[in-house]
């Protein structure tokens, strides 16, 4: 299993890899403030993290809906947040445009899931030598993945994460599978588990995304207890008000009290089966 670095925090199964921060940057007040509160609940647990907002929301369900700000504006207030926290910091790419910019300024380039098998948006992320972590698609098999792997080997990148968030089961519903973090293990990948995108109901609203955020957490449980690398999870300080995906984020008040809950179930798996890692 590959062990590799992304700013300072090293992947390597050791410890649980959080990947925390709000869907959307909503204003650099508000970006400031959740970085200082996630910081805050992660020095008192001596762990670290990546902290991750998007700068524009290109998928969204509706034309009225809440995009976000342009490329270089959003990517450098990230990467200024981030280095005053110490912390590396991820985004969401949607073109080879917007890698050009966002390697300029950020860790931890993330794929997403509508774009996982774009073969020149792969390329373009793999090649900036930033690490990599691609959105596994809500149409795809966990064996499929092998595609995309060897996709961003073959430019050149070996610091690749998946994320699985969820696989589409009938209408305006995901469903997750947690099977699917052992078979992509197993290919030799790191895996991470998206606990708030995988409780999402996509269109469930009409105009909008719905989800069931209370079941967040406990997926969260289950994933670490079958052994993925870490977990994705976005936080926001008053979900009903969020600008995006408010429906699937945790409170950042009751946070700290999960990410508790999920690294004493991976000190159980390590200290279970030593080799996880």
Known sequence: MPIFDIGNVTVDGEQPLFILGPCVIESEAFLRDIGAALLKIAQARGFRFIFKASYDKANRTSVHSFRGMDCREGCRLLADVGRELGVPVTTDVHSPEDVAIAAEYIDLLQIPAFLCRQTDLIQAAAESKRAVNVKKGQFLAPWDVANIAEKVA????????????????????????????????????????????????????????????????????????????????????????????????????????????????????????????
């Open 154 to 277: 073959h430019f050149g990148n070996d610091r690749l994460l998946i994320t699985e968030r969820g696989v589409s089961f009938g209408y305006n519903n995901l469903v997750a599978d947690m099977r699917s973090l052992y078979w992509m293990r197993e290919q030799g990948l790191r895996v991470i588990f998206d606990a708030t995108h995988s409780v999402q109901r996509p269109g469930g609203l009409g105009g909008t995304t719905g989800g069931d955020r209370a079941l967040a957490p406990v997926l969260a449980r289950a994933a670490v207890a079958a052994g993925c690398d870490g977990v994705f999870m976005e936080t926001h300080p008053n979900p009903d008000q969020a600008l995006s995906d408010g429906p699937n984020q945790v409170p950042l008040s009751e946070l700290a009290a999960v990410l508790d809950t999920l690294a004493g179930i991976h000190r159980i798996v390590t200290s279970a089966n030593p080799s996880h890692a």
